[in-house]
């Protein structure tokens, strides 16, 4: 079942810019422009895209922040602006810029003020509170002014905060931005753990393209307003051509470069000692096992694509690209790092 339903969803505004050395004329900006989008029950969706794509603008129409230019859209069956204070009971929302909780509180004072105003039984409210203390590792700074604390405690804190009244779907726009490594990663687990348990939904906006290989199985990629790729990070790769390269390092060079189907070699170096074949329609472990019938593997590795560099592709080229570009990898033998998963 879907909890989140946008259909056209598209948002303009008026903007004022300069047209000559006095004068302004109006313009109007579709900051969104037709967006459909289905989240199911559960689901952990990534909505990327490049600065001023429309992001923040998509999840403000979900969150009834912003009315929409036009389209419709239900989150949990409600129309976010009509409906928005039974909406807010059923969401949480963290925006990374901005605060939900109070300055010059300590972060337990926040937490029982938000029970009383989402009205959250005594009961639930102490066993969630129990929960994100021990995995956000909170009871270092319960009783610290939100003023005093760090970044990376207050998006704990901003992260606990939107979960107490238990919301079905959260979202999130940049959590992890400007946060330490440390910070990041408790956030992340924090996610992740999130949606193990599948009772949240999760839609998360970010610049940090870890946090969605980490957390999302899905990828939404808006631009210019529009939706340009919805799918799997796995048919991500394989719409833009990229792949995970199988390096191995062989004894001795073969007297002909082994054709592999689903396989292409993609080059060869160190004499012909080292051959780099791109896994297009077989697993790594395929490669390997049809490799080690032909010649002695000295050494194996595998090399993954790097979403970074497709994801910087997509926003600068509307089409797929076919050819791939590839890591340069060390020519040195002893360079070639033991496979970690050559199975897959
Ligand atoms: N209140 C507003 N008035 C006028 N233009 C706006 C307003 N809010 C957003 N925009 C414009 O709409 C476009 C989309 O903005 P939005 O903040 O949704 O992008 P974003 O994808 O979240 O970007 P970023 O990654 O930089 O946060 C931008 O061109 C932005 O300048």
């Known amino acids: 079942m879907n909890i989140i339903e946008a259909r056209g969803l598209r948002k303009d505004f008026t903007v004022r810019v300069r047209a000559g050395r006095l ?4 313009r109007v900006v579709s900051a969104v422009d037709g967006v459909d989008l289905t989240v199911a029950r559960g689901e952990m969706l990534g909505y990327i895209g490049p ?3 429309g992001k923040s603008t998509t999840l403000k129409m979900l969150t009834g922040v912003l009315m929409p230019s036009a389209g419709e859209a239900r989150v949990c069956g409600l129309r976010p602006v009509a409906q928005r204070t039974r909406l807010a009971l059923r969401i949480g929302v963290v925006f990374g810029q901005r605060s939900q909780l109070w300055w010059d509180l ?3 004072d926040s937490f029982d003020l938000l029970r009383h105003i989402y009205r959250v ?3 639930d409210h102490a066993a969630r509170l129990r929960r994100c203390r021990s995995l956000l590792d909170l009871d270092d700074f319960l009783d610290v002014p939100v003023r005093q604390l760090s970044l990376g405690q ?5 992260l606990t905060a939107a979960l107490l009244h238990g919301p079905e779907v959260l979202f999130l726009d940049e959590p992890t931005i400007g946060l330490d490594v440390m910070s990041k990663r408790a956030v992340r687990e924090f996610l992740a753990e999130l949606g193990r348990t599948g009772d949240t939904t999760l839609v998360l906006t970010t610049h940090d393209l870890a946090d969605i290989e980490r957390l999302c199985r899905r990828l939404v990629v808006i631009d210019h307003g529009r939706v340009v790729h919805d799918g799997s990070i796995e048919a991500l790769h394989a719409r833009y051509g990229s792949h995970r390269l199988v390096v191995v390092d062989l004894d001795e060079p073969l ?10 070699l993609h080059r060869t170096e160190a004499d012909g000692r080292r051959l780099v074949f791109a896994c297009e329609s077989v697993t790594a472990g395929e490669v390997v096992a049809r490799l080690s019938g032909l010649a002695t ?3 194996i590795a595998i090399v993954e694509p790097d979403i970074e560099d497709v994801v910087a592709r997509l926003y600068t080229a509307p089409e797929p690209i076919v050819a791939p570009t590839l890591p340069t990898l060390p020519v040195d033998h002893e360079a070639v790092a033991a496979p970690d998963g050559a199975g897959r």
């Not at 207050?154 to 901003?158: H, N, P």
Request: no cysteine; proline share 23%.
């Open 23 to 26: 004068r302004r004329e109006k």
């Open 51 to 53: 600065n001023g794509a």
């Open 106 to 108: 300590p972060l337990r």
């Open 121 to 123: 039984p005594p009961a």
């Open 154 to 158: 207050r998006m704990r804190g901003e």
């Open 255 to 264: 007297p002909e470069p082994p054709v592999l189907s689903g396989a292409p």
């Open 297 to 299: 593997l000295r050494d």
